[in-house]
T-cell receptor, first 113, second 115 residues
Framework: AQSVTQPDIHITVSEGASLELRCNYS??????LFWYVQSPGQGLQLLLK??????LVQGIKGFEAEFKRSQSSFNLRKPSVHWSDAAEYFC???????????FGQGTRLTINP | NAGVMQNPRHLVRRRGQEARLRCSPM?????VYWYRQLPEEGLKFMVY????????ESGMPKERFSAEFPKEGPSILRIQQVVRGDSAAYFC?????????????FGSGTQLSVL
């Protein structure tokens, strides 16, 4: 079955440091992949998506993600985090043939000043 | 253009009571999705509705849960005889067409607490 896994439940980085959040997918064909951010008390906001084509995807708020078929990964990166990036981040994929998203468990990001 | 509106933001119910969660999609959106987020977990799909039709309810518990999206008015997720395990954040999302990802917009959720 299609799924995504986020191995890291909680990550802490210092403000200004680089960030990489891991996401691994399980699917034989090319999946549709997404990264969402959920700020405290808010709904989910789409950061970026990958459907096909260029494997390096640029998103909003300075985030990018790289699709690596050989590693079944779609890791989210940011070169320099800001305190406002503290939030929960979810990787997701679409179930092929159905109109529903499957989410990873989420990674909580804490920023140290 | 207001986003997806969910109310109430917080809902407290005692065991056995009914919970009604409302979702008003974005203007022009006729497709609504409900997701549930249990503590320390990601969101899980519950149901997908279009106006007056349930398209996919494969994620809905078989008992006590129901959803509707009438021709007029918001979409309603109804939970009868709530139990403590129903405590979760319930998110609604809407889209202008059959679309699960790119054009999907989420509301801020309703946090249901069952005492």
């Amino acid at each position: 079955a299609q799924s995504v896994t986020q191995p890291d439940i909680h990550i802490t980085v210092s403000e200004g440091a680089s960030l990489e959040l891991r996401c691994n997918y399980s699917y034989g064909a090319t999946p549709y992949l997404f990264w969402y951010v959920q700020s405290p008390g808010q709904g989910l906001q789409l950061l970026l998506k990958y459907f096909s084509g260029d494997t390096l995807v640029q998103g909003i708020k300075g985030f990018e993600a790289e699709f690596k078929r050989s590693q079944s990964s779609f890791n989210l990166r940011k070169p320099s985090v800001h305190w406002s990036d503290a939030a929960e981040y979810f990787c997701a994929t679409i179930i092929q043939g159905a109109q529903k998203l499957v989410f990873g468990q989420g990674t909580r990001l804490t920023i140290n000043p | 253009n207001a986003g997806v509106m969910q109310n109430p933001r917080h809902l407290v119910r005692r065991r056995g009571q009914e919970a009604r969660l409302r979702c008003s999609p974005m203007k022009g959106h006729s497709h609504v999705y409900w997701y549930r987020q249990l503590p320390e977990e990601g969101l899980k799909f519950m149901v997908y509705l279009q106006k007056e039709n349930i398209i996919d309810e494969s994620g809905m518990p078989k008992e006590r849960f129901s959803a509707e999206f009438p021709k007029e008015g918001p979409s309603i997720l109804r939970i009868q005889q709530v139990v403590r395990g129903d405590s979760a954040a319930y998110f609604c999302a809407s889209s202008p067409r059959q679309e699960a990802g790119e054009k999907l917009f989420f509301g801020s959720g309703t946090q249901l607490s069952v005492l």
